[in-house]
């Protein structure tokens, strides 16, 4: 993953769950890198920042409980539990993507991102925006496109005005006054390859009380558990 998609969408949970007390959503995420295909689906029940647990099914059965500073994940079947501590902030790349279109400036304005144009044709809406200092040697600008209010494109473009990282944001839903993209496509392009990351997302509900067996679900006492630091 390339260092402007790390920062990108590894902003903090945060910025965007200020209208969102709960989230409990399916996802197929398909990443095809060279010849490789991978496809993880599952559900993800999003409470706060410091409580968001993804249920995975595919490839292999296990539950990602993201703290704060913390991740575990436990595997059912094996019984076992790997508990990781880091200095810093666990990110959800690809759900980020979805929650960032709470906020009209999808998280960029708090890293440093500032605008310097925008234009209008017809429906359409383009946003430039102007990198931070800490990207500004890798970065020229972030382009975004709105089509009738409704993100649909995000991209990142080299100091050469080369697009190197793009987001393609499609089949939105409505909820109060944001469009949630049930479709999501992450594309990189580099100088020898080309990776692409698309998510499905499925049957969203928003601030409705989680399942009870999410919201207090305890790890069996016979629990193989090993501790990682970060």
């Not at 539950?63 to 810093?88: A, C, M, T, V």
């Not at 990207?135 to 600008?141: D, F, Q």
């Amino acid at each position: 993953m390339s260092k402007v998609l790390i920062f990108l969408l590894a902003l903090s949970i945060e910025i965007f769950s200020q209208n969102i007390e709960t989230c409990q959503v399916k996802f197929r995420r398909v990443v095809n890198y060279h010849s490789s295909h991978d496809t993880t689906s599952g559900t993800i029940y999003f409470k706060n920042s410091n409580f968001t647990i993804i249920d995975i099914k595919l490839p292999i059965n296990q539950i990602l409980f993201f703290g704060k500073n913390d991740l575990q994940i436990y595997y059912p079947i094996e019984n076992k539990l790997f508990n990781i501590k880091s200095k810093n902030p666990f990110s959800l790349p690809f759900f980020l993507s979805f929650l960032s279109v709470i906020k009209e400036d999808n998280g960029l304005v708090e890293p440093g991102f500032q605008i310097y144009n925008s234009q209008k044709v017809d429906d359409t809406l383009f946003v430039f925006w102007k990198p931070p200092k800490n990207l500004n040697n890798i970065l020229s600008k972030q382009v975004m496109k709105f089509c009738n209010d409704k993100l649909v494109f995000s991209g990142s473009y080299d100091l050469n005005d080369k697009l190197i990282v793009y987001v393609i944001y499609s089949d939105h839903v409505k909820y109060i006054n944001t469009s949630f993209p049930l479709k999501i496509r992450i594309v990189q392009n580099s100088s020898k390859n080309q990776s692409i990351e698309e998510i499905e997302y499925f049957q969203p509900m928003f601030n409705e009380k989680l399942p009870e067996n999410i919201l207090y679900f305890h790890l069996p006492p016979t629990v193989e558990r090993k501790d990682i630091t970060w």
